[in-house]
């Protein structure tokens, strides 16, 4: 099958189209051949939607949405500055690395905003190397702008473009890792979508889920593992920096952390270099520790364990501390070298270590996401909506059809009978594409059958108008499907572009609208053309009536 058509919706639309052209091209061709058809496609719809929906836990063939269903809604903000710091801290240590190696002596290499940093004090005799490393680290072909300032300084900026396509790259990162970690909580149909006006929001809709706090914090944890060599540790920021003359060396930097006793603050002087971080890791579980305690324990990749096995080798007897979104979790000591495998520990619970084990599994987040709306929908409430759409679209329905059984006679029936085959090829549709029936998803299976009737109004009233004008029966009817086919066409067409303008521009509610209509205009088409046209054919058969009942 070519790739484009794996899309279910897509193929839906190919197959439907097919169906029209040979029902059209078969018109004409025996009642028997065209009952058969019509029949083996309604029975499929049949058997793709049934049931429905389950009852209590029990699944359907249809997928609820939020609304129907009850689950958790939230709308998070990306705050995209944070890769752009992390960009630019990268480039720092780089600077610094680079020109520590080749015996440059700078003074300073700070980060000025998000999208700059500066380098300042070179040594005169220096200055052309050191734009040489800039030259050959952040290329204006990648986006970087490197400007001199003063005889010994430079600074280096994003371009506008630059800093568009990371912002733009974090909030993809951060949806595909909230998708990862979202399938760890096993929920069924989510729904992950960017939104917001400068598309650094990402809306998450949990259907099925109700421990809301859990999902946030499984959501929410960025989950930044790093194992860093630690040089000392106090139970003050004071207390430790008293040996570097109150000063932070450059190539280090503090971290807080727990201490030795249970609610006592430890502070941790630890390079900047990491050991290894959580892009090393293979996998992470939950376990107990030697002291039947819960933890983490991780595998490394391959190029993380020859890392580790060289670092720790290296370190023996030193304390290495596990920070984890920025605090130290513990600061085990080394005792021997360690290879591909280790164990997070922190006086974590035992559904702690669990959560934890599933966001390191799952990657750690580019960027801090704050919560901007949360909503809560009980599955009390969805079955309410269910019963009161189902309720709706019933009474609709009854209505509709003593309008047209008191207006249109027996040909009435007829209209019923494509109602109904309509009704069942769009929930055949949608259980076959997986779409997602919402309450706005309802409204839209009613305005369908509103569409229907008025298709069969066009057909009907035409048909009238053959039969005063003095045609047979049979000569009134053909002409009455032939003079509206392209009338039906014209209007569905119409509402389909409307539809598709909503799908591309609309939110999840007005989505759900579409998808609906679009599938029940698309089997309008087919059951009140094609079937209704059959109907009648198949009553009348052979024999010549002289009079209609419409």
């Known amino acids: 099958m070519p790739p484009a058509l794996q899309n279910p919706f897509l193929l839906w639309f190919v197959l439907s189209a097919a169906l029209a052209v040979v029902c059209y091209f078969t018109m004409r061709k025996e009642l028997r051949v065209r009952a058969t058809l019509y029949g083996a496609f309604i029975l499929a719809c049949v058997v793709a939607m049934w049931p429905p929906y389950g009852k209590g836990d029990a699944p359907g063939k249809i997928h609820l949405g939020l609304d129907l269903k009850g689950g958790i809604h939230l709308v998070l903000q990306v705050q995209t500055d944070d890769a752009l710091n992390a960009t630019i801290d990268d480039g720092v240590s780089t600077v610094r690395s680079q020109a520590a190696t080749k015996g440059i002596q700078v003074a300073a290499v700070n980060r000025v905003d998000p999208t700059s940093f500066k380098v300042d004090g070179i040594e005169p005799a220096r200055v052309k190397d050191v734009h040489?490393?800039?030259?050959?680290?952040?290329?204006?072909?990648?986006?970087?702008d490197v400007r001199q300032q003063g005889s010994q300084g430079f600074?280096?900026?994003?371009?506008?473009?630059?800093?568009?396509?990371?912002?733009?790259?974090?909030?993809?990162?951060?949806?595909?890792?909230?998708?990862r970690r979202i399938n760890q909580l096993g929920v069924a149909e989510p729904i992950i979508a960017q939104t917001g006006s400068k598309g650094d929001q990402i809306l998450v809709q949990l259907p099925g889920v109700t421990d809301v706090e859990q999902a946030k914090r499984?959501?929410?944890?960025?989950?930044?593992?790093?194992?860093?060599?630690?040089?000392?540790?106090?139970?003050?920021?004071?207390?430790?920096?008293?040996?570097?003359?109150?000063?932070?060396?450059?190539?280090?930097?503090?971290?807080?952390?727990?201490?030795?006793?249970?609610g006592q603050p430890e502070f941790y002087l630890v390079r900047k270099e990491s050991v290894i971080t959580g892009r090393d890791l293979k996998n992470a579980r939950a376990g107990v520790g030697q002291t039947n305690e819960p933890d983490v324990q991780f595998t490394l990749n391959p190029a993380g364990a020859d890392k580790f096995k060289r670092e720790t080798g290296r370190n023996i007897g030193r304390r290495l501390a596990i920070i984890l979104d920025g605090s130290v979790a513990s600061a085990p000591t080394i005792q021997s070298q360690i290879g591909a495998e280790g164990q997070i520990t922190g006086r974590f619970t035992t559904q702690e270590a669990d959560e934890l084990s599933k966001i390191l599994r799952a990657g750690a987040l580019p960027a801090t996401l704050t919560y901007l709306q949360e909503l809560t929908v009980g599955a009390s409430l969805g079955r309410d909506s269910i019963r009161e759409g189902v309720a709706a679209a019933g009474i609709g329905m009854a209505f509709l059809g003593i309008f047209m059984?008191?207006?249109?006679?027996?040909?009435?029936?007829?209209?019923?009978?494509?109602?109904?085959?309509?009704?069942?090829?769009?929930?055949?549709?949608?259980?076959?594409?997986?779409?997602?029936?919402?309450?706005?998803?309802?409204?839209?299976?009613?305005?369908?059958?509103?569409?229907?009737?008025?298709?069969?109004?066009l057909v009907f009233e035409r048909i009238r108008e053959e039969l005063r004008n003095g045609k047979t029966v049979k000569a009134a009817i053909n002409n009455g499907f032939e003079r509206v086919w392209i009338t039906i066409l014209d209007t569905h067409a119409t509402a389909l572009i409307a539809a598709a303008f909503l799908f591309q521009f609309g939110t999840g509610p007005v989505k759900g609208f579409a998808v609906t209509l679009v599938m029940g205009l698309?089997?309008?088409?087919?059951?009140?053309?094609?079937?209704?046209?059959?109907?009648?054919?198949?009553?009348?058969?052979?024999?010549?009536?002289?009079?209609?009942?419409?």
């Open 132 to 144: 040489d490393i800039l030259g050959d680290y952040f290329r204006a072909t990648d986006g970087w």
């Open 522 to 550: 698309v089997a309008n088409i087919f059951a009140s053309y094609f079937v209704s046209h059959f109907i009648f054919e198949w009553v009348l058969g052979k024999r010549q009536a002289a009079s209609l009942s419409i």
């Open 218 to 262: 499984v959501i929410g944890t960025r989950a930044q593992l790093s194992l860093k060599i630690v040089e000392d540790a106090a139970g003050s920021r004071e207390s430790l920096l008293e040996k570097t003359a109150g000063k932070v060396p450059d190539n280090m930097e503090v971290v807080q952390g727990q201490g030795r006793e249970a």
């Open 405 to 457: 059984v008191v207006y249109y006679r027996l040909s009435g029936v007829n209209a019923i009978v494509a109602l109904t085959a309509n009704l069942v090829i769009l929930l055949g549709a949608m259980a076959y594409t997986g779409a997602t029936l919402t309450l706005p998803g309802i409204a839209g299976v009613i305005l369908t059958v509103g569409v229907g009737v008025d298709t069969n109004v």
């Open 155 to 179: 600074l280096v900026r994003m371009t506008d473009p630059l800093v568009s396509r990371l912002r733009d790259s974090t909030v993809e990162e951060a949806m595909r890792t909230l998708e």
